[in-house]
């Protein structure tokens, strides 16, 4: 192992078969991993990140399950446009496009449907794994000529949000924090048992409900499993549900001040 302080749950290689590039070096480095060409000398299921066409994924060894990336030019192209809750919890599908902080941004899922509907969004992740992720697949976003506009409404901060959101402000905070209670994520099952060995269950809701509240300007929306209860205790002003999970909307101003002014 390369760093003997590394925590039990945290990748312990990044495996590059071929001549690794600056991009891959620096993760490397920023997360203090052993650089390997396979993962054959690694223990049957150890984390790890994969190195692949630029790509970053991070998966076990040995596994034959795919490795998961973060990939916002596929999941952009593979949208289609329909009736959102989360577009309803967010804007409430009025024509206003408010700024949007994704304060526990994960894999990014809820991020791009709030990029495919045209809204700014800064993703705030405090895991320096997922923050290794979401920035690759940042890179690739802005290398893809088609979605350069996309790429310029996005941005991402490696802080713990509580921290960013301290000090930065925008119209609507989203907060999917890893709840052992709340059951549902938005990520699926497979995504959720690897994220879980690596992060294990949130514990700051209280504080990140209260650091969200404080930095919005028009609504902070939490999503939640469909029968959780809400977090931190905290009763919102309205819910939109879903069979799954529900978004919790606590509002803060009307959106008529937006669209005026
Ligand atoms: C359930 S996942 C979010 C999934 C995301 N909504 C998506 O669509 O992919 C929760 C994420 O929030 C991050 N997180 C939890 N508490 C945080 C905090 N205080 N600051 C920043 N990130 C946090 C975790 O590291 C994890 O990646």
Redesign the pocket.
């Known amino acids: 192992m390369a760093n003997a302080s590394r925590s039990a749950f945290a990748p312990e290689a990044l495996i590059c078969h071929g001549d690794p590039p600056a991009e891959c070096r620096q993760v490397v480095e920023r997360l203090k991993l052993d650089l390997l060409t396979d993962d054959n000398s690694l223990a049957a299921n150890t984390l790890c990140l994969y190195w692949r066409d630029g790509a970053l994924s991070l998966g076990r060894a040995g596994s034959r399950e795919h490795p998961v990336a973060v990939d916002f030019v596929r999941a952009l192209q593979q949208r289609r446009q329909g009736p959102e809750l989360l577009m309803k919890a967010v804007n409430g599908h009025l024509s206003v496009k408010p700024s949007v902080i994704?304060?526990?941004?994960?894999?990014?899922?809820?991020?791009?449907i709030l990029l495919s509907r045209g809204l700014a969004v800064t993703m705030?992740?405090?895991?320096p794994v997922?923050g290794a992720l979401l920035d690759n697949a940042m890179a690739r976003l802005r290398a893809e000529p088609g979605l350069a506009e996309v790429a310029q409404r996005l941005g991402l901060s490696r802080?713990?949000?509580?921290d960013?959101l301290a000090v930065n402000r925008a119209d609507v905070v989203?907060l999917?924090?890893?709840f052992a209670a709340s059951g549902k994520?938005?990520?699926a099952k497979k995504d959720?048992q690897l994220?879980q060995s690596l992060?294990g269950h949130?514990d700051?809701g209280e504080?990140?409900l209260n650091a969200a509240l404080a930095s919005a300007d028009y609504r902070v929306v939490v999503?939640r499993g469909a029968k959780a209860p809400p977090l931190a205790g905290r009763e919102p002003g309205f819910a939109i549900k879903g069979k799954a999970v529900r978004f919790d909307v606590y509002p803060l101003k009307s959106f008529k001040q937006l669209a005026n002014g």
């Open positions: 994704d304060a526990t941004a994960g894999l990014g899922r809820d991020t791009t705030v992740e405090q895991s997922v802080l713990n949000a509580c960013y989203y999917d924090p890893m994520s938005a990520l959720m994220f992060l949130g700051d504080a990140l999503k």
